[in-house]
């Protein structure tokens, strides 16, 4: 299987497995307040992660910024799996990542710009609600600092809750 047959089917797949958990933890907990998409550079697994309006209410104020915007300090963070068939596909990109199979190298970009234009389009499409200040979406690569946090803030979200995600990492927007 080439790259791009690779991409295309994590294209495919991912969007339903994203809703279908928003779905469920939205009808679950009332309360979601943030939602990503995680997973590591060699992509050994995709993951969600959500956050709480409840559990923010919880965080002192020095705490409170990075709580919000950086899913790995999320009460939910490496709580979740999407199903069984999203799994499979990421033991099959992280194989080409670390190049065990034959053909081409997988680049880390470019699964992450795949599950970026996902999340996109199920953004565009409403599954998330309006964006407002009490919503922030995002993605995270486990080890990678806050770029694709940025990345997928200015891209997910509206300008004033991207503009604090970008002071909670002492960036400008």
Not at 106 to 119: P, W
């Amino acid at each position: 299987m080439r790259n791009s047959e690779l991409i295309d089917d994590l294209k495919l797949q991912l969007p339903a497995a994203i809703k279908s958990n928003y779905i469920d933890l939205t009808s679950e907990y009332g309360d979601i307040c943030g939602y990503a998409i995680c997973t590591t550079p060699y992509i050994e697994s995709i993951i969600p992660a959500y956050q709480r309006e409840s559990e923010l209410q919880a965080c002192d104020a020095k705490r409170l910024s990075l709580a919000i915007h950086f899913p790995p300090e999320w009460n939910s963070f490496g709580t979740l799996e999407f199903g069984d068939d999203i799994q499979a596909l990421s033991t099959k990109l992280s194989h080409r990542r670390f190049g065990i199979d034959d053909g081409e190298e997988l680049d880390a970009d470019t699964v992450f710009d795949a599950i970026l234009e996902v999340f996109a389009g199920l953004e565009r499409d409403g599954v998330f609600g309006k964006r407002s200040p009490n919503r922030f979406l995002t993605m995270w690569s486990i080890g990678n600092d806050e770029h694709w946090i940025l990345k997928a803030s200015k891209e997910l979200n509206s300008d004033d809750v991207h503009a604090t995600a970008c002071q909670a990492f002492g960036r400008n927007p």
